[in-house]
């Protein structure tokens, strides 16, 4: 039996009690897959992502990150954990040069292997290794986006969740992110995607999750949903407008 | 303007500065500007005279002055003391009042008002403890060295020598090491400081105690080269706030520097115009800055 990744049990959250944006999400992830959260805009999807990593205040529910409850951990201990998480905006340091930020995420690794996987990074992403000392706040989009999953991505996570990593770019960047995240995908890293870019998305993912209204409504698997007509016509509009 | 002028200017900035550095950690990673920064000097200096007080009891020979200072070896002594008991005071502060607030998400106008009185109580329990009458480390008076026509006492310069020491240090911390990078990070965005794997609420200790152990060696110099009142920290409560903001939120060099600046203008507007201005010289420097560069000379605009 494959082992959960990510899994969470009715999950209520959002930043009033009162008013709850994600209501009562069930949401299980396997080791190894890779899962996108679609949805129109406000179904809570960035929300549960955010509640998920600590964020956003959970109110009801839980949260197991590789079988380990995490609902009320704070986020380094998730990181610690096996979690990294990739918000959608100022996701780098920009006052921290590209060197900076990448040993900031590495500093809670052992001494000996630091170095190493900060190597490893530059050589995954070569236009990061290019100018070390610059300051985060002075790159394009696209290489900010790198940074950040650069940053993410340096402590070996088991487990990555990005929101809406397209948002901003060209379509030709917007490509190569989901490229290499088809390829992170590949080394055994479960990703969870939170994205408006529905085509794109599905073209790469294993399987779908579709919020409405903060609550899980359809799932299957990607090349499922991106056939399903009326899915389409209900949530998907972005899917048939880009298609 | 004679050179003491300047070198008189430069001590008094030194106190300032490091005090002011203190208060630029705290506002920039706990965003909010705490007015009980100054009682934190005077519990320091208060701290250190009660230690080295009891250590002159207890060995006499600790208090014969070293050398050319004042003080005896009882002082530094008590000065790491008094750095730790400080920084614990700091931590109490934090776990019964700051805290609490933090985490019921309370608005920053009500951490501001509530370290208006955490400094009220703070000061009239220094006043209840050691009344107000003035203290000192030692009774005996200093004789000022001369250089060319300038004068200073070997415990001005051995208090300038310190300032240096220390935010060198302050810089190194911040600039070269992990505790440094989490800072940094924490101060921009600390939602992502933790997403990185930062521990906020250890960054939140550590600065508490760098800022309050600072105050207390800020509390030491006042004391040693003015006096010890428990009205002190009030007293420096502009000064340190025009320093820092003059510097830049979250620089500590440009805090010293922000320091420094303040002493100068200090000591000249006493040369020239007369020491009832002294108090005003902050003021208007806070008021200049905050109308001209609001970011200070080493801040990053908002």
Request: a positive charge; hydrophobic letters at 55%; one cysteine or more.
């Amino acid at each position: 039996m494959t082992a959960q990744a990510l899994e969470t049990r009715a999950l209520v959250a959002g930043y009033e009690r009162d008013l709850p944006i994600v209501r009562g999400v069930d949401l299980n992830v396997r080791a190894g897959e890779f899962v996108v959260l679609l949805g129109p805009n406000g179904a809570g999807k960035s929300t549960l992502v955010k509640a998920i990593a600590g964020l956003v205040p959970i109110h009801a529910g839980a949260v197991l990150i590789n079988g380990e409850d995490s609902t009320f951990s704070p986020p380094h201990q998730k990181i610690r954990r096996g979690l990294a998480f990739v918000p959608q905006t100022e996701n780098v340091f920009a006052t921290l040069t590209i060197e900076e930020n990448l040993r900031l995420a590495a500093d809670i690794l052992p001494n000996n292997v630091r170095a190493r996987r900060i190597d490893e990074l530059y050589a995954m992403f070569p236009d990061l290794a290019a100018r070390p000392s610059r300051r985060a706040g002075q790159l394009s989009g696209g290489q900010r986006q790198m940074l950040a999953a650069a940053r993410a991505l340096i402590v070996a996570p088991s487990l990555l969740i990005l929101d809406e990593p397209s948002a901003g770019l060209s379509p030709k960047i917007a490509a190569e992110v989901f490229a290499r995240l088809q390829a992170i995908n590949a080394t055994g890293v479960t990703i969870v995607l939170v994205e408006q870019n529905v085509k794109a998305a599905l073209a790469v993912a294993s399987r779908a999750v579709i919020l409405v209204e903060g609550e899980a409504r359809h799932e299957g698997s990607a090349a499922e949903l991106a056939d399903d007509p009326i899915v389409a016509e209900l949530y998907l509009g972005a899917a048939k407008a880009g298609a | 303007m004679s050179l003491q002028v300047v070198i008189d200017g430069l001590v008094a900035g030194a106190m300032i500065g490091l005090g002011a550095i203190g208060v630029t950690l705290t506002y920039s990673i706990l965003r909010f500007a705490n007015f009980a920064h100054g009682e934190f000097i005077a519990w320091g200096a208060y701290f250190a005279l009660a230690v080295s007080g009891f250590l002159g009891v207890l060995a006499p020979s600790l208090a014969t002055p070293i050398g050319p200072f004042s003080f005896g070896w009882s002082l530094p002594i008590a000065a790491l003391g008094a750095i730790a008991l400080t920084a614990a005071l700091a931590l109490l502060v934090d776990a019964l009042l700051f805290g609490p607030l933090r985490a019921k998400g309370g608005a920053i106008i009500i951490l501001v008002m509530a370290s208006f009185g955490a400094a009220l109580t703070l000061r009239n329990l220094l006043e209840f403890i050691f009344t107000s009458r003035p203290a000192y480390y030692a009774e005996g008076l200093q004789i000022a060295l001369r250089f060319g026509g300038v004068r200073a006492t070997p415990d001005a310069l051995l208090c300038l020598g310190v300032a240096a020491i220390v935010v060198v240090a302050m810089r190194f911390l911040i600039a070269k090491t992990a505790i440094g990078r989490a800072m940094r990070a924490t101060s921009e965005n600390p939602q992502l400081a933790g997403l990185a794997g930062v521990d906020i609420r250890k960054i939140v200790r550590i600065v508490w105690i760098l800022g309050a152990g600072l105050a207390a060696i800020a509390g030491i110099m006042v004391g040693l080269l003015v006096q010890i009142r428990p009205t002190m920290g009030l007293d420096l409560l502009l000064p340190l706030f025009a320093a820092a903001i003059l510097g830049g939120i979250g620089s500590a060099p440009g805090a010293l520097l922000g320091g420094l600046i303040v002493g100068l203008a200090e000591s000249i507007t006493v040369r020239l115009i007369g020491a009832e201005w002294r108090a005003a010289v902050a003021f208007v420097i806070l008021v200049a800055i905050l109308l001209l560069r609001p970011s200070g000379l080493f801040g990053r605009p908002e």
